[in-house]
């Protein structure tokens, strides 16, 4: 009993200052650590999965998907851990997903995956981390002239897909989406290729 | 020591890593992405280089997430054996594919995949942890990103297959 009110009761830590740094770095360690064991930093291995020649990353992708949407779930419930999303148009998920997607096809590295490739021998990640600071003059460019346009012609996207009636209901998207995911993982488990 | 070395199954992967998601959001109480960190030290680069001095990184706990990456990654590199010095992209052939091809691959394919992630707010990681915490549009642009990179991923290996064919055919 004693155990639940405590539970109850919690709030997200929100770490601040040299702590928030301090925590962060050690954080990362681990992160990266984890990021080489999912095969991420290795680019051949991340367009082998985006070809379909592997299913290990999209196996991953959908049980993450699944079990932390139901996690987040019961934590929000209890205070622990808080939602943070962003309000954007819909044309700059679109667009932005689309020219992302690209990138990711032709070399199947993302930011953070550059960094960890990069750490793991792979030097010419430090040409994709190039490429990358020369995108933000030219989005500041995009912005500054065309931003408006976007959330002109295009409605908030980034709603929540948390019901209000509660979060164990059967009218709870969150909860549909992670069920979806689910269903998928294990059908791709069970007829998939088996994991070595 | 070993269990660090073997290669995990992709639910061990999940599990640790809805695991740090779910802690990175009790610890820090903001969305996790790596978007921040990487302006924030690309916009130190290019202070650095149009001011001509060395640059100055400005400390966030967004930095040090990163500079956490960068060494966890050498190291679990290390452990798993998966360290390896590569200078040019592995399915670049001849002088020139190692070199330019390497370089203008890298730039382009970097530069696409910031620009977009720039117009969706966050990049990859982030969406993957937006659309953890219920978030629409992350599960909207997860499903954009992975439909273009497949298709451009499934036209780039095709067109490479085709010139290998064409390649043994002049040989013959």
């Known amino acids: ?196 | 020591m070993l269990f660090l070395k073997k290669r995990w199954y992709s639910w061990v992967n999940a599990v640790c890593l809805v695991f740090f998601v779910m802690l990175g959001l009790y610890l820090f109480d903001e969305n996790l992405g790596f978007f921040d960190a990487v302006c924030s030290v690309c916009e130190s680069a290019q202070d650095a280089v149009e001011e001509h001095h060395a640059p100055h990184i400005d400390w966030s706990w967004h930095t040090g997430l990163l500079f956490g990456v960068f060494f966890g990654s050498f190291c679990g590199a290390l452990i798993h054996g998966a360290f390896k010095i590569a200078w040019s992209l592995e399915d670049c052939r001849g002088f020139f594919g190692k070199t330019i091809g390497t370089a203008l691959w890298g730039l382009v394919s970097g530069f696409l995949v910031m620009l977009g992630a720039i117009m969706a707010g966050e990049a990859f990681t982030g969406q993957i942890t937006a659309a953890i915490q219920h978030s629409a549009g992350a599960l909207f642009f997860l499903v954009t990103t992975l439909i273009s990179a497949g298709i451009t991923a499934l036209f780039i290996e095709r067109s490479k297959e085709k010139d290998s064919a064409a390649e043994k055919g002049d040989e013959q």
């Open chain 1, 1 to 196: 009993m004693n155990k639940l009110i405590v539970f109850s009761a919690m709030e997200p830590l929100a770490l601040s200052g040299d702590a928030k740094l301090a925590v962060a770095v050690i954080y990362g360690l681990f992160l990266g650590v984890l990021l080489v064991k999912c095969d991420f930093s290795d680019r051949v291995i991340v367009k082998d999965n985006l070809t379909f020649k592997s299913m290990r990353m999209l196996k991953l992708l959908l049980l993450t998907l699944a079990l932390g949407m139901v996690v987040f779930a019961l934590l929000r419930d209890h205070h622990v851990v808080q939602q943070h999303i962003a309000s954007l148009p819909f044309w700059g998920v679109l667009a932005g997903g689309i020219i992302s997607g690209i990138g990711l096809g032709m070399n199947g590295l993302i930011p953070i995956t550059a960094v960890s490739a990069l750490a793991s021998g792979r030097i010419y990640a430090v040409w994709s981390m190039i490429g990358m600071a020369l995108a933000l003059p030219a989005a500041n460019f995009i912005r500054n002239n065309c931003g408006g346009v976007l959330s002109k012609f295009s409605g908030n996207i980034n709603t929540t897909l948390a019901s209000e009636n509660g979060t164990w209901v059967l009218d709870n998207p969150a909860l549909w989406v992670a069920g979806i995911a689910l269903i998928l993982f294990i059908i791709i488990a069970v007829l998939g290729k088996k994991e070595k």
